[in-house]
Nanobody, 126 residues
Framework: QVQLVESGGGTVQPGDSLRISCVAS????????MTWFRQAPGKEREFVAA????????YFADSVKGRFAISRDNRKNTLDLQMTSLKPEDTAIYYC???????????????????WGQGTQVTVSS
């Protein structure tokens, strides 16, 4: 049974940093793609960041580029998102998604992922 569990969310002030993590079970190995998405209230889910499974190259949404970093540990089956200089518009539920069949051209497409975590809330507010 595949399970993705996110943790580390919380409420922070603008300009603060926060690290969220995802642990995968039941779907392991370097052939698995893991990606971060987020969904703000009243908005559609959007791609945030990914580290491509074969090259380790990282991809970011324009809105978080330069502020967020992503790291993956294939041995521990974890995917971390380090968020800095947080803004109120970063407020959302952050979801970890995984796929064993993802192709690079579908990286930013949530519909291409078969497995999702329950999400972790990140709130940026003064």
């Amino acid at each position: 049974q595949v399970q993705l569990v996110e943790s580390g969310g919380g409420t922070v002030q603008p300009g603060d940093s926060l690290r969220i993590s995802c642990v995968a079970s039941g779907l392991t190995g370097s052939g698995v793609s893991m990606t971060w998405f987020r969904q703000a209230p009243g908005k559609e889910r959007e791609f945030v960041a990914a580290s491509w499974r074969t090259t380790g190259r990282t991809y970011f949404a324009d809105s978080v580029k330069g502020r967020f970093a992503i790291s993956r540990d294939n041995r521990k089956n974890t995917l971390d998102l380090q968020m800095t200089s947080l803004k109120p518009e970063d407020t959302a539920i952050y979801y970890c998604a995984a796929s064993s069949t993802l192709i690079l051209s579908s990286l930013r497409n949530g519909a291409a992922y078969a497995y999702w975590g329950q999400g972790t809330q990140v709130t940026v507010s003064s």
